[in-house]
């Protein structure tokens, strides 16, 4: 944990307290201030970056069905309800053939297509702009004290006047994604994170063209793993499986384009419709978890406690039950002095947490088995592929899995 913050003056301005202060202006963040601004509560959200930025940072897409509805509970899905996308089906290509899944034919649901920057820029409409809630952006050096204190508080600087300022808060909510400072604020013997390299890079490119098909498309191909998922009509997210740690710089527009037409082709699909790459970035495949997410008065959401590579989908819906739970804990606590929410927290959001991590790694060896190298993994994984398509309950298990509804958790 950071060192102590030394004693502001008495009355200082620089000095001011908060029934809870948010760390970080993701879906987490900005949804558990949503729903502490509903109740009424004082909140204050801490954010590095603009409020441009993160209304433009390119990342998610697909939300569950439980996640919308959870967000439509809390009065936060309108426009998303309006403008998103409805995906009933999925499309495996290996073999050089096409392999179609009607995931919502199994089992009567749907994912939701809707592009984090919206979702983010919906979330922080409602909190600042019609809830009324306090955002401060820009901030610096982010640090947490007194952790186990009940007067947890956070210090960063102002960006204006470069004045260092302290917030004490009844809670601190650690929502700062995998790079901020509130995992780290948790002394290493108090926490154990459990951590999976999958020792695979994924080139994550944004491209803009139409999507090549109505659904999300997964190449299984020797030469590795490729993906297609619409996130507008005009703009596609494209995945090409890469040597961890690879240089973008060698992946010319050229060279993806060819390396995505080959490895997503398939007998009867058109070519792939080709645009300039507008985001080209590579991704190490890694995942986290931190077991507790809670430290005294530090309670984890979203990415800071838990981090799950993009294969399956899952890290924005993750971060989404998280902020469901624990503000709907911290409302409970607030207002009627019952605890039991806070107390079952980190529990109650590990067991989903697992669940995913599990189907992430599941799914990791089918997408990369066939490229290998290891014939043997290649044969196994290929087979584990075909018996989701042969076999009805090994289709309907894996259609509850992509779709995260094999679990019913309160108030999501
Ligand atoms: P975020 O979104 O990272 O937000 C954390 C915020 O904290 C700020 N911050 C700080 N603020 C104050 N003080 C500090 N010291 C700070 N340090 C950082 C950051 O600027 C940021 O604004 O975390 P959150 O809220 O936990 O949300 C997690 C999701 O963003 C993440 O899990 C998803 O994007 C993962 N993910 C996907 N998840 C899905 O459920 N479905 C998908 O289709 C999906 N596709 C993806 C993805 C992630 C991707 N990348 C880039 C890793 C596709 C990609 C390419």
Redesign the pocket.
Known sequence: MAAAPPSPQPNSPSRESRSVVV?????????IGNILRAAGLDCLV????TRE??ER????????EW?VRGLQQRGLADTLLERAQRHTECEFRFDGQRHRFSYTELTGHHHFVYP?PLL?TDLVREYADVRGGEIRFG?RD?ELHDLETDRPTVS?TDPESGQRRFVYGDFIAG????????RAAIPAERARVARHDYGIG?L?LLAEAPPSSDCVLFGVNPRGFAGH?ARSPEVT?Y?LECPPGDDPDNWPHDRVWAELQHRLAATGAPPLTEGPLIEK?V?DMHNYVVEPMVFGRLLL?????H????IA????????H??FLLGDALVAYATTGDSAGLDGYSEACLGRVWEYQEFSQWLSEVYHGASSGDPYRAGTTLARLRRVFRSPSAGLAFAESYLGKDRTDPGC
């Open positions: 760390v970080g202006a993701g879906p987490a963040g900005l949804t801490l954010e590095t970056e930025f993160i940072r390119p990342r998610a897409g697909v939300i569950e996640a984090q983010v901030v982010v960063y929502c700062d994604g995998a790079r901020g400072v509130s994924w994550a998922m997210r995945y970035r991704l959401a979203g990415d800071a406690a981090l799950t590579a993009p989908a899952k890290g924005m819906n993750l971060a989404l998280d902020a």
